[in-house]
């Protein structure tokens, strides 16, 4: 399972980003999908997820500003983020999760190799 992001860069508050997460490996929806952002310091936390039937869950601090989607024609998850601020600059990360069902909380969900594949991450940084 290999997972690629890209997209991130440095953007000016107030605008927006489509972030990418390629996919391949695996069958597209065999797992559970989602988005996550660290900020050094700090704990990493989820963004927004996919799961396998193709609905959306996001956290609650984020509804509102963020869009996950996906192109099943190329394997690819989608984050979008508008309205951008300081606070959402970071080190995005895609990952999918081989668990049942599909959530953004961390433990037992969202851990290390073999239960959890991560990419490689691609950096946000939003300036006034």
């Known amino acids: 399972v290999y997972l690629v992001e890209s997209g991130g860069g440095s953007v000016q508050s107030g605008g927006r980003l489509r972030l990418s997460c390629a996919a391949s490996?695996?069958?597209?929806?065999?797992?559970?999908m989602a988005w996550f952002r660290r900020v050094p310091g700090k704990v990493r936390e989820g963004v927004a997820a996919?799961?396998?039937?193709?609905?959306?869950i996001y956290a609650d601090s984020e509804k509102g500003r963020v869009t996950v989607s996906e192109d099943r024609t190329k394997n690819t998850l989608y984050l979008q983020i508008d309205d951008l601020t300081a606070d959402d600059s970071g080190t995005y990360s895609c990952?999918?999760?081989?668990?049942?069902?599909?959530?953004?909380?961390?433990?037992?969900?969202?851990?290390?190799?073999?239960?959890?594949?991560w990419g490689q991450g691609t950096q946000v940084t939003v300036s006034s």
């Open positions: 990952a999918a999760d081989t668990l049942p069902g599909c959530g953004l909380e961390m433990g037992p969900r969202w851990g290390g190799y073999p239960q959890t594949f």
């Open positions: 490996g695996y069958r597209w929806r065999s797992y559970c």
């Open positions: 996919l799961d396998r039937n193709g609905d959306t």
